[in-house]
């Protein structure tokens, strides 16, 4: 265990793009992948903060490398990094909001996260796992240094579970390790316990590491199967060990240490307003058949001394939906996840009854884009919560209310707080509120004021692009300034700033600058009819300077029950992710279909090619796509689409799916997630008795022998049960139908090692090129003879 202090790294941000006021021309050429895996971004569940001067943003930022996971855990690494937001290694980063100047907090080849200014301004705490094991660390703004908290290990999670100051700035409310235990024994509490590599051929520093089974379709007698890798696939229903942890208190004058609750699953947790308590769920596991978390609320005292729960089993999603009144004498919460009802509960900290709150007419609030917590008025006499697109207003005490400045143009998606503050946040003393929202079209965001005193509504801002929101929002009432996060099909994820006093708007950092010299592609919505008359639509993007009228290779992307044309202005639609970025696809000459795909209960199947199919129909009838060179994509419950894709049609000339944890023999699978299936994302409706048929239904297996489509599959080796994929490619063995199988070492549920990345990018872009029939030229584009891509049996002109 390593203590101290240590320098930070620092540099200035000069914009390359720009000299003497001119644009540098873009470069028209095929993305290079070696640029797709060194892409930086910012992480969608930690915090962005303004500094309470507003001269600095605090953020954390996905780094390039990747953290191993080489440990017996799927939830931390062996230094205590948590995986709840992936692999990257991440960058605790503050940049300053006037030079660009960028300062990363931790070692240049530690994992840091979670930066938290100090009420004063002067300190930052952050995680890092500098020194071998995950810590808590406070960074000076005078001496640029850092020091370690002693003799701590932190444990956190999810993003969002961050330190929390006092109000005097001298000590830290924070999850961390029992002071008997040890990260390796902390981490062999979990039940999803990796199982050691095996069969993986040794490979140079850098390299892909990847099994590979091919399946060829012949005549001849089928190879002998393999036998399925079977392993748990995940944590069951009460399994909450791998949470535990103590909640405590650290002193930064004194170094020393209250614990407050000790051994406990905490998810979350907040200091009330007159600092005298601190509040925090407990993680208790899953609802019994049900896709619902269950959490207690409890409350104990800053100094120390019993805690006092005084919610049992309130139905949560992530465990962040509730706040502190403004008096520090009550709690509310929304009924949220699967099975909340979506009302408000006011629960007094020291006892007597608790208060529900749902206006007549109100919408459920706990749907929506994300967790959202109810927010108090600076009296604490009213609450706001989001609902049906609308900001409501809530009296505190009679639960009355009224949807406040609704606009069904322009649904609203989040208040712009700053994440963990209980009251809404005003840009003048409490008239002006401000919403991020977005256009019912999906093509458009904004972020709007809100009078509340008049109702008015007015757009500050308008545009083109996808902003994150919730945890990816910052507010300063000295500067009046917003933060917020940003993506376009020509930007990955940055922070921008709106100045709500002069409206004027100016990018805040620049993580990708390489980006802005690269011509990528564009975006556009189509729309589509079902048979049955339901109006869909998609996102369409397509390759850089396309000319109406050629006909390129069309690769739809598939997720069921999503929409799809929601991804129309996010980069690359997926491209946060660098498996994903479509930009790879659409520089080299590919079009890129994201399409709306409405699911029935019990219609999965038939629904998937229903609302698809006509989508790729409309793209061929529109003139952007050749109807003889379809392929079709998917991941995670995506790749179940693609399966029940192929399954009913041979229009696909390929296939692509990864992370199929989801197997295509529903019934074989339904007792190992029986909530995922009887009210879940398996969207069967009831128990396998009850709907036998559907079961059989709506499982691709049955149809295995229709397929004309090859296969590849992409699958990462500690995905949880690797039994769908084993038995999707021996069913196919068995049926002599063409496919590839490539398991990836280390890797999880997304592929993100950057040799593997880079591996499986290209053996995609081979596979599209022999089943498409595409010829590419030396740098990897689709050659076009006119209106339409080269056959590889044709010859060019001259030759």
Not at 15 to 26: E, S, Y
Request: hydrophobic fraction near 40%.
């Amino acid at each position: 265990m390593t203590h101290g202090v240590r320098a930070l790294f620092a540099f200035v941000f000069v914009p390359a793009c720009d000299v003497l006021g001119q644009t540098t021309p873009k470069t028209r050429t095929p993305l290079p992948i070696e640029v797709v895996v060194s892409l930086r971004t910012h992480n969608g569940r930690s915090t962005v903060a303004l500094s309470p001067d507003g001269q600095w943003i605090a953020h954390t930022v996905q780094g390039v490398e990747r953290v191993l996971r080489d440990t017996l855990s799927r939830l931390y690494s062996a230094s205590g990094f948590p995986f709840a937001e992936g692999d990257a290694r991440m960058e605790a980063t503050l940049t300053n909001t006037k030079t660009g100047e960028m300062i990363r907090l931790g070692g240049a080849t530690s994992a840091s996260w979670g930066p938290v200014w100090s009420p004063d301004g002067k300190r930052v705490a952050f995680y890092s796992d500098d020194g071998g094991e995950a810590g808590i660390w406070v960074w000076d703004v005078e001496t640029r240094a850092a020091t370690r908290f002693p003799a701590v290990i932190a444990r956190p999670f999810f993003g969002f579970e961050l330190v929390r100051w006092t109000s005097d700035g001298q000590r830290l409310v924070a999850k961390i390790m029992p002071n008997d235990m040890t990260i390796a024994q902390a981490n062999a509490l979990s039940r999803t316990a990796l199982r050691p590599s095996a069969g993986f051929p040794p490979v140079a520093p850098g390299q892909p590491s990847v099994r590979v089974r091919q399946v060829v379709a012949t005549p001849s007698a089928p190879a002998a199967p393999t036998q399925p890798t079977t392993t748990e696939r995940g944590a069951p229903v009460g399994d909450v060990q791998w949470a535990i942890g103590d909640l405590a208190v650290l002193d930064v004058r004194t170094r020393t240490v209250t614990r407050l609750v000790q051994r406990t699953s905490v998810r979350a947790w907040a200091i009330s307003p007159d600092g005298r308590h601190v509040a925090y769920t407990v993680l208790k596991g899953a609802e019994p058949n049900a896709q619902q978390a269950n959490l207690d609320l409890a409350v104990v005292d800053l100094s120390g001394g019993a805690s006092r729960t005084i919610a049992v089993n309130a139905r949560l999603g992530y465990g962040i939906e509730w706040s502190w009144s403004p008096d520090g004498r009550s709690l509310a919460y929304i009924a949220s996840g699967q099975l909340g009802t979506g009302e408000i509960v006011v629960l007094p900290i020291a006892g007597g009854t608790e208060r529900v709150l749902k206006p007549a007419g109100a919408p459920n609030f706990g749907t929506g884009e994300g967790e959202y917590p109810p927010l108090w008025s600076a009296d604490g006499r009213q609450l706001f919560a989001i609902g049906g697109g609308a900001l409501w207003r809530i009296d505190a005490v009679t639960g009355q209310g009224v949807a406040v400045a609704s606009d069904a143009e322009w649904p609203i998606r989040a208040t712009v707080t700053p994440f963990g503050r209980s009251t809404i946040w005003s840009s003048d003393g409490g008239r002006t509120v401000w919403v991020v929202a977005r256009d019912r079209a999906g093509t458009k965001a904004g972020i709007h004021a809100i009078d509340l005193v008049s109702g008015r509504r007015r757009p500050a801002l308008e545009e083109m692009k996808s902003y994150s929101a919730i945890f990816n929002l910052g507010a300063n009432e000295r500067t009046g300034q917003i933060a917020f996060v940003s993506t376009d099909q020509q930007r990955l994820h940055d922070v921008w700033l709106l100045d709500t006093r002069t409206g004027r708007v100016r990018q805040g950092t620049h993580l990708n600058s390489a980006l802005e010299r690269l011509e990528l592609g564009s975006a556009r919505i189509i729309e589509w009819k079902t048979a049955e008359g339901e109006s869909l639509r998609g996102a369409l993007l397509l390759p850089p300077g396309y000319r109406p009228g050629t006909r390129v290779p069309l690769v739809v992307t598939v997720y069921g029950g999503e929409n799809g044309s929601r991804l129309v202005n996010r980069f690359g639609l997926e491209g946060a992710t660098s498996n994903f970025n479509m930009h790879v696809l659409a520089t080299r000459g590919f079009a890129v279909l994201a399409p709306d795909a409405p699911l029935r209960v019990g219609k999965t199947m038939t629904d998937i090619v229903r609302t698809v199919m006509p989508g790729v129909d409309a793209a061929i009838a529109q003139g952007y796509a050749d109807p003889d060179r379809l392929a079709v994509m998917g991941q995670s419950y995506g790749s179940f689409s693609v399966l029940s894709i192929i399954t009913q049609t041979p229009r696909f000339k390929a296939a692509v799916i990864t992370a199929a944890v989801l197997h295509p023999d529903l019934a074989a699978d339904y007792l190992r997630a029986i909530g995922y299936y009887e009210q879940g994302q398996g969207n069967m409706g009831g128990s396998l008795w009850e709907q036998r048929e559907r079961y059989v239904e709506n499982s691709p297996i049955f149809h295995f022998d229709k397929i004309q489509t090859p296969l590849l599959i992409g699958q990462g080796e500690l995905d949880g049960d690797l039994a769908p994929s084993e038995a999707i490619v021996t069913a196919l063995e068995r049926l002599r139908k063409p496919a590839e199988y490539r398991l990836y070492k280390g890797e999880g549920h997304v592929i993100t090692q950057a040799p593997n990345v880079i591996d499986f990018w290209n053996r995609r872009l081979d596979f599209f090129r022999e089943h498409l029939d595409l010829v590419y030229d030396d740098k990897g584009a689709i050659v076009f003879d006119g209106a339409r891509a080269r056959s590889r049996g044709t010859r060019a002109s001259g030759q």
